[in-house]
């Protein structure tokens, strides 16, 4: 990334030194990990030009957003319900959790017990290094798992624009009636941060453009069911991690396009692995840039991931809002049923996940399931037991990897790794 970003980053309050390392780190790590890659669709480079900008660019963007009036909001959970943010105009960005930084300096104030994904948020702030936060008018917390809640409490301390929404345990009554408070709430909250009123018109809008976004990496995901699958798991991934940072009619645009050229291979029957190489589902926490170790692992090693149940793929984008509605409070309601569908391991109990998996399972065609557990994570940890048994009662191979954001287990993993895939060859 160019010189020209240098002073919006130290407008920013980057640490320009720790800030040139995370880039140079990031950059070196999409190299060795994405352009190695063999036969990738064409329309990924619109994904490399957007990851080599995530920094400057989209930056660049969001501040001239910001100079028109305009506000940016960030978000650690798909549970923030974006229709909501784009109807007043407002832009919903993903924060940085995907890499570890200032590990040192985040265990002073939070447990070396917390998962990565909550350490790295801290540490991108520590740091200084993640422009979204920075650049956000209003940080978006959520009561979802138990190290989340707490850490809020701290972070707090750390961000003058902490806002916390509470999310129900439990798929009852009760439950929905909180979710649709506190989404009534949140409109409250982000009609006052902007200054604009949300009517009718301008929710429909922001529906219409969150299910547009939904549905163009929805037809992504079930071009994968082909065999031999026309993109990688890891390109996949990478359109689904953009999803949370990218312009979203631009994205859908791009995302589209590439499912035109995905049907051609199709057609073809060109991809980059061939027929018949061991397909995957992986299925459990999110994965947010760059944390690409483990779909690197699988495809470095011979296996082709076709599906993932997870925030950030399907759990996240599956269900859209229903539009039908010609009031606020009808389209709310919309809004509130389709996320409280969200099988999110925080819900007890969770029997919609299970279904789900065995689902996704059955229609991407996939040879086994690979659960991916963030260390320190209680509800995915805790879930993969149901979910293998579950799956292993139903003949389908299962096998649970438990990791965190460090390299020190790469050879391990894929020793163990290469021999489930072993396991599901014919
Ligand atoms: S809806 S999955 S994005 S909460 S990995 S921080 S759960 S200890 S991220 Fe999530 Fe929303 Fe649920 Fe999805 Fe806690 Fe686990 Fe860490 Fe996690």
């Known amino acids: 990334m160019s010189e020209q970003y240098v002073s919006m980053w130290k407008d920013l309050g980057l640490d320009l030194e720790a800030h040139d390392m995370l880039l140079e780190v990031l950059g ?68 940085c959790t995907g890499a570890d930084f200032a590990t040192e300096e985040v265990e002073k104030i939070l447990p070396r017990n917390t998962c990565s994904l909550i350490k790295s948020a801290f540490g991108f702030k520590l740091g200084k290094v993640c422009p979204y936060m920075e650049s956000a008018d209003m940080i978006v917390g959520e009561n979802t798992c138990d190290g989340k809640k707490k850490s809020y409490e701290t972070l707090q301390n750390l961000v003058p624009n902490l806002y916390v929404m509470d999310l129900p345990q439990m798929k009852s009554d009760e439950g929905r009636a909180l979710l649709r408070a506190e989404y009534f709430r949140f409109k409250e909250a982000v009609e006052k941060l902007t200054g604009v009123s949300i009517d009718a018109e301008r929710l429909k809008k922001g529906i219409a453009m969150v299910n547009n976004k939904r549905k163009a990496i929805h037809r992504l995901s079930l071009l994968r069911k082909a065999d031999p699958a026309p993109i990688s798991g890891l390109d996949a991934l990478l359109a689904n991690q953009v999803f949370f940072y990218d312009d979203p009619v631009r994205y859908t645009d791009s995302v589209n396009k590439i499912c035109d050229e995905l049907e051609s291979r199709i057609e073809k029957k060109e991809g980059p692995f061939p027929k018949g190489a061991p397909r995957i589902l992986m299925s459990g926490c999110p994965m947010a840039v760059p944390n690409w170790k483990l779909p690197w692992i699988i495809e470095s090693s011979g296996g082709v991931i076709v599906g993932e149940e997870s925030c950030v793929g399907e759990r996240g984008t599956r269900n859209l809002v229903n539009d039908g509605g010609n009031t606020v409070d009808d389209l709310m309601e919309a809004v509130v049923d389709r996320y409280f569908k969200v099988d999110c391991a925080i819900f007890t109990p969770n029997p919609d996940r299970l279904t789900h998996v065995e689902e996704m399972f059955r229609e991407y065609k996939a040879d086994g399931v690979i659960h991916y557990g963030l260390q320190f994570c209680q509800p995915y940890i805790v879930e993969s037991m149901p979910v293998e048994k579950s799956l292993e009662e139903k003949g ?13 287990d790469v050879g391990q993993l894929k020793t163990r790794v290469e021999a489930f895939l072993e396991v599901l060859k014919p």
């Open 28 to 95: 070196k790590g999409y190299q060795d990990i994405y352009r190695n890659q063999k036969e990738r669709p064409e329309g990924m480079s619109y994904f490399d030009f957007v990851l080599s900008e995530v920094h400057g660019l989209r930056i660049k963007e969001l501040m001239d957003e910001k100079a028109a009036g305009r506000k940016v909001i960030g978000s650690f959970c798909v549970f923030v319900p974006e229709e909501i943010v784009r109807a007043v105009d407002a832009t919903l960005v993903g924060l």
């Open 396 to 408: 389908i191979p299962t096998l649970r990897i438990e990791t965190d954001y460090g390299m020190e």
